[in-house]
């Protein structure tokens, strides 16, 4: 995300620190898939502040949730929703969905250059 092309894009990361933000990537996606909580414990929340990481309004425990401009939008969906922490901290981002598909492409793009993880 930081070397993409597209300056709108990069100037979301540009307060960001890329060690720092390696670091979290890494440490969240290890234990959204099943892996030790290391991102959890470093930020020094429990493992429950995962049980209402967004997934589908439809099926989320949170479909009461009124849509509020404080809410992360749902990509599948178009509803809006998420776990309060979760939208604090990226309120200072333009979460919109053209910004959500890029970083989803960088997302793609690391997970296919990495040889230890099986394309299922």
Same mark, same amino acid.
């Given at each position: 995300v930081y070397n993409d092309e597209e300056e709108w894009f990069r100037s979301i990361f540009a307060?960001?620190?890329k060690e720092e933000a390696i670091q979290n990537q890494y440490e969240f996606f290890v234990e959204?898939?099943?892996?030790?909580?290391?991102?959890?414990?470093?930020?020094?929340?429990?493992?429950?502040y995962f049980i209402y990481f967004h997934y589908c309004? #439809? @099926? *989320?425990p949170l479909s009461g949730l009124?849509?509020?401009e404080s809410s992360i939008p749902c990509f599948c969906c178009d509803a809006l929703a998420g776990d309060p922490a979760l939208i604090g901290r990226h309120r200072p981002f333009p979460v919109t969905h053209q910004a959500?598909?890029?970083w989803l492409h960088?997302?793609?793009?690391? #997970? @296919? *250059?990495?040889?230890y993880i099986d394309a299922d």
């Open positions: 307060n960001s620190k959204r898939m099943g892996g030790p909580a290391l991102y959890s414990e470093r930020k020094g929340w429990g493992t429950s309004i #439809l @099926e *989320s009124a849509k509020a959500a598909e890029r960088h997302m793609e793009k690391a #997970l @296919e *250059s990495t040889p």
